[in-house]
């Protein structure tokens, strides 16, 4: 089956600036691969997505690259404020069937004033 | 509008006891449907999925099931909880007119005794 690898497992930047968070997968069928973040006591919120066909996708702050030779996809976040920490988790999917997400173990992001 | 519920939030039982956790999705129709466990400072395992009435898949061997007794009800449930039960029980969705897209809910905080 898919694994999935993240690093860093905790990750402390100043504030205002950026935030690179990185995973790799295993399975080279998996097309799919969301971004969550999850603040303490709450539900995983998606931030972004990326499909295959993209190598990049940015929302505001926010950007993910693709490299499907490589099997990785980063987390990049600049301008980091304090309501950004949070546990960061990236995950990987087959579009199709079960759809079932593969997660990676987490990055605890911590933004200091 | 698409919601996502899950209940109860908050639950402590002993071990030995039996268990029932529900979670209902409003405005859409045959959604696949998703049970994870979050143990404490974790990452989301996935425990059951189903992609239709009478189609659930189980991932992880343990003394969990789950049953969809509707088309929009999906319930885990246990005859006997272990200690290494307690934890963070998430149930995730995939929005109608969302390919791939998983949506958690609120969540159950289960403490075993």
């Known amino acids: 089956g898919e694994n999935v690898e993240q690093h860093p497992s905790t990750l402390s930047v100043q504030e205002g600036d950026s935030a690179v968070i990185k995973c790799t997968y295993s399975d080279s069928a998996s097309n799919y691969f969301p971004w969550y973040k999850q603040e303490l006591g709450k539900r995983p919120q998606l931030i972004i997505d990326?499909?295959?066909?993209?190598g990049e996708k940015k929302d505001q702050r926010i950007a993910v690259t693709l490299n499907k030779t490589a099997k990785h996809f980063s987390l990049h976040i600049t301008e980091t404020q304090p309501e950004d920490s949070a546990v960061y988790f990236c995950?990987?999917?087959?579009?199709?069937?079960?759809?079932?997400?593969?997660f990676g173990t987490g990055t605890q992001l911590k933004v200091e004033l | 509008s698409q919601t996502i519920h899950q209940w109860p939030a908050t639950l402590v039982q002993p071990v030995g006891s039996p268990l029932s956790l529900e979670c209902t999705v409003e405005g859409t129709s045959n959604p696949n449907l998703y049970w994870y466990r979050q143990a404490a400072g974790r990452g989301l395992q996935l425990l059951f999925y189903?992609?239709?009435?009478?189609?659930i898949s189980s991932e992880v061997p343990q003394n969990l099931s789950a049953s969809r007794p509707q088309d929009r009800q999906f319930i885990l449930s246990s005859k006997k909880l272990l200690l290494s039960d307690s934890g963070f029980y998430l149930c995730?969705?995939?929005?109608?007119?969302?390919?791939?897209?998983?949506?958690f809910g609120p969540g159950t905080r289960l403490t075993v005794l």
């Open positions: 990326i499909r295959s066909n993209v």
């Open positions: 995730a969705w995939i929005r109608q007119g969302h390919t791939d897209t998983q949506y």
């Open positions: 189903s992609i239709g009435i009478d189609q």
């Open positions: 995950a990987a999917s087959i579009s199709g069937g079960g759809n079932k997400l593969t």
